[in-house]
């Protein structure tokens, strides 16, 4: 179908309720879009598809309302019109995604200004620890019993690593934790403090399989409740300590530091604050590890899902991180971009949600399983179309020659208990 057709569904191109300059509207979305292989169905059954070969999908617009919502902002009208069930999608939501993130990132290599002046807007929001405190609310306290219906056994609530194709997602939130540890070159006796634990597994992983004591840092009450009673049936409570409490507030020196999943939701202005806390925590010797949701280049988070999803949250570009680390002196000695094996984890959480949303909805909403289908589905398509990053990043104080000379430590497991 060409821009100059509306296809019919039985009712004329001309039917009352869809006027003109709607129709207008409507097709300098999609030429902006790049002609995504979308097609849009009118509340008076037309459609408008400016795409090449057969649509992946169409989304149809259920009302005016709906429509004139997504001229405020394309992104938060789309979000809450999902989640409302006033737009609904027929097809693969993650595909009818894709479409729209690839079209954004070609805009996104034409104005890069654009996108730095967006991202830089962001450093005037500081994350104060009484605002940290409330986003971390938002999301994670929204109760355990939510997660544990579709994260694997361990709760663990970020990218897994797939060592191979068959890999379940326990398997791989398993490697993972390992991948993590000898990137740290953890050993036995060894003092090592995390920043932002969420339920607590990795640091479970630490001291149960490697030997180390540890100290945990989170602001979430409901994950800190949850750690502790695991870490207590485990027999690990006297080697971990789980604290309630900001990664500002980390006092003491360690030999390794290590946060995973934290940074996105820190706050660009505090990054430097972050560097500081690294400098005075981590030993002259020590070593450190920080893993991100990130960016290619600087821009700013889907509107919607900071909305609604993660207030406050940015993902970082490398040159947006260098802060934390430039601050301290600190030397990066390795970056490893893990955006596929994210992509398949964000799959896998999609798949598994999709089969209890019933108990879902009966938990909160209708538009509460929405909201998270369409955060989820979005999320992979994210890092399937590298519009979102995944980084690790391992550094070590200034000077320190405490350091590996090849990577054969991250092939060959330090332990035999797996």
């Known amino acids: 179908m060409t821009e100059n057709k509306i296809q019919q569904i039985g009712v004329s191109a001309e039917a009352p309720g869809v006027t003109d300059p709607e129709r207008h509207f409507l097709r300098w979305i999609l030429k902006l879009a790049g002609r995504p292989r979308v097609a849009i169905r009118l509340w008076n059954g037309e459609e408008i598809y400016l795409g090449h070969g057969p649509p992946v999908a169409t989304a149809e617009i259920c009302d005016r ?7 405020t902002s394309i992104h938060i ?19 009818f995604i894709r479409e729209f993130t690839r079209s954004d990132d070609s805009r996104r ?11 830089l807007l962001l450093r005037a929001r500081a994350n104060s620890p009484s605002r940290s405190r409330d986003n971390v609310h938002h999301h994670y306290d929204l109760g355990n019993d939510f997660y544990r219906l579709w994260l694997d056994e361990r709760m663990l609530y970020t990218c897994a690593y797939y060592t191979h194709p068959d890999a379940t ?28 634990c969420g339920w607590g597994a990795l640091s479970l992983h630490m001291a149960k399989h490697y030997g180390v004591t540890v100290r945990a840092y989170n602001i979430s009450e409901q994950q800190i409740i949850y750690a502790r009673a695991l870490a207590k049936k485990e027999g690990l409570d006297g080697q971990v300590e789980f604290i309630e409490d900001d990664y500002r507030n980390i006092t003491g020196q360690y030999d390794r530091f290590v946060s995973v999943g934290m940074l996105e939701h820190v706050g660009l202005n505090q990054y430097p604050v972050l560097g500081k806390v690294l400098q005075r925590c981590l030993k002259q010797q020590g070593r450190g590890l920080i893993h991100t949701i990130g960016r290619d280049c600087p821009r700013p988070l889907d509107a919607w899902i900071r909305k609604r999803i993660f207030p406050g949250a940015h993902p970082p570009s490398l040159s947006e991180m260098a ?30 949600y999709e089969r209890v949303t019933e108990e879902v909805e ?3 909403s209708p538009d509460f399983v ?3 289908r369409l955060y989820l589905a979005g999320s992979v398509a994210g890092f399937l179309t590298g519009k979102l990053q995944l980084y690790q990043v391992v550094f070590v104080p200034p ?10 430590h991250l092939v060959t497991p330090d332990t035999g208990a797996h």
């Open 370 to 372: 929405r909201a998270w």
């Open 362 to 364: 009966k938990m909160y």
């Open 109 to 119: 290599n034409h104005a890069p200004t654009v996108s730095k002046i967006r991202s």
């Open 65 to 71: 309302r709906t429509l004139l919502s997504l001229l």
């Open 323 to 352: 802060p934390i680390f430039e601050s301290g002196g600190f030397s990066i000695l390795d970056i490893e971009n893990l955006r596929l094996h994210y992509a398949r984890t964000c799959r896998a959480w999609l798949d598994r």
């Open 77 to 95: 009208g789309f979000g809450e019109g999902y989640s409302a069930g006033r737009i609904r999608i027929h097809g693969d939501l993650v595909e």
């Open 399 to 408: 000077g320190n020659n405490d350091v590996p000379w090849t990577r054969d």
């Open 169 to 196: 997602l326990e398997q791989a939130q398993l490697a993972k934790m390992d991948h993590v540890c000898r990137k740290l070159e953890l050993k036995p006796g060894q003092t090592v403090v995390e920043a932002g």
